[in-house]
């Protein structure tokens, strides 16, 4: 049978029942699993069977679960984390540690950019971030001797640039590093970033795969084409015996395809904890199973939402890639050619203090730290999750301060449109 096309496989992907088992992905709501011998435990604490003993490393829903979103994503391992921070902190940490030094793009979450330049700078680990539309030149300048890895959203929360990934994909290649893509707002329904050169992909699984802001949670998936051994200097992580697993090789004992994800469960997991719960996975897997419908509408609404606000009066400007003469219209064609997302950044005119006014006058879409929902909502980044960044990084980061972040739900347009045009004319 030829290859499944990604509709087929958000519904039927990554679990396929036995005679008379549970057609649904079981819910393994346990914490430890029991075993006859403490010599069959031990193989599994050698990581010389394959099987689940802590559900603070792994269970049997969250990697059916995982299983489905590396098949979504062409990938050949994936593991399912708390949260979409999580998934961002492990996808890093597990190849860069003091010392190191990684390539970042400056239009990431707030929240990510947090992360990277406060708390892992005082874990030693330092950031450059550089302009998805930096020149060849600039990005080049950007890397060091101790890089690590490349950084960047498919499309980015909130400014909305779409990055040219199989530029940064090569520049990552020419110095022997991995090109780590955050591909939360364009899904692989929209965009599966392996198939234009990047390595590693992450989620914030909340948002779309969820769909129903139900659970919090994050995955990681690996490509398992990006050859750790050339370079096992820098990656000894991967290379190297790992003394606190019993000498492990990761990539001798687990090969390319499941060295990078066998070690962040191995160490990171281990460690840190940061478990997506069973139950938090089955609620995902529901979302999965309609990701391919549910796209459709809210790029729909997304296109639609942006073509009227870009004709109105009160509106400064509009930022959707979908738009024709937008700035990242032509990258959007070249990655996503069947829709990007359903989030819209616009910005009022009259300034922080205008913006604020509209969303205070929305009565369909909810002001909510959210985005990426079944139902409609909206946020001032510049007063919520960007607060911390000062002018001249929220400027870098692409936020200016009448930005304003609508996040498309399923709702009908017209209903949505005509909600937009009563806040603006109020």
């Avoid at 599994?44 to 394959?50: G, H, T, V």
């Avoid at 391919?292 to 109105?312: D, P, T, Y």
């Avoid at 997302?341 to 879409?365: H, I």
């Avoid at 996040?407 to 347009?413: I, K, Q, R, V, Y």
């Amino acid at each position: 049978m030829a290859e499944q096309r990604i509709g087929t496989r958000c519904v039927q992907g990554g679990y396929t029942p036995g005679n008379g088992e549970p057609r649904q992905i079981p819910i393994v709501q346990s914490t430890t699993f029991k075993y006859a011998t403490s010599s069959d435990m031990g193989k599994l604490f050698d990581l010389e069977a394959s099987g689940y003993f802590y559900t603070r490393l792994q269970n049997p829903t969250n990697d059916y679960v995982a299983a489905k979103i590396a098949a979504l994503e062409g990938g050949t391992a994936a593991m399912l984390t708390s949260s979409g921070q999580a998934a961002s902190f492990y996808s890093v940490f597990n190849i860069a540690s003091a010392g190191d030094h990684v390539v970042s793009s400056s239009t990431i979450y707030g929240g990510t950019y947090n992360l990277f330049a406060v708390t892992m700078k005082r874990m030693g680990i330092s950031f450059t971030f550089v302009s998805p539309d930096a020149t060849d030149e600039e990005l080049e300048a950007a890397f060091q001797p101790n890089t690590k890895a490349v950084f960047g959203e498919t499309i980015a929360n909130p400014a909305l640039t779409v990055l040219d990934i199989e530029r940064f994909a090569n520049a990552a290649h020419r110095h022997g590093v991995p090109l780590i893509i955050d591909n939360t707002f364009a899904t692989p329904v929209n965009c599966r970033p392996f198939e234009w050169g990047a390595d590693i992909v992450t989620h914030s699984t909340t948002k779309y795969m969820d769909g129903h802001g139900v659970g919090v949670g994050g995955c990681i998936v690996d490509s398992g084409k990006f050859d750790w051994t050339k370079y096992p200097y820098r990656f000894p992580g991967l290379c190297t015996p790992d003394e606190s697993y019993h000498g492990v090789t990761y990539t001798e004992r687990f090969g390319l395809e499941g060295a990078y994800i066998t070690k962040a469960t191995a160490q990171l997991m281990r460690d840190f904890g940061s478990i997506q719960s069973p139950q938090n996975a089955f609620y995902l897997n529901l979302g999965l199973e309609s990701l391919h419908v549910r796209m459709k509408r809210h790029c729909e609404n997304g296109l639609a939402v942006a073509q009227f606000l870009q004709g109105h009066d009160n509106v400064a400007w509009v930022q959707y890639c979908g738009l024709p003469g937008d700035k990242y219209y032509e990258l959007g064609q070249k990655y996503l050619p069947n829709g990007s997302c359903g989030v819209v950044s616009f910005g009022v005119k009259g300034g922080r203090a205008a913006a604020e006014r509209v969303m205070a006058n929305l009565k369909v879409a909810a002001i909510e730290t959210h985005v990426a929902d079944a139902r409609t909502c909206c946020l001032h980044p510049a007063s919520a999750t960007h607060r911390q960044m000062n002018d001249q990084e929220l400027t870098a980061a692409g936020v200016s301060p009448d930005l304003i972040r609508y996040s498309c739900g399923l709702e009908d347009a017209e209903d949505l449109i005509a909600d937009l045009k009563q806040a603006l004319e109020s």
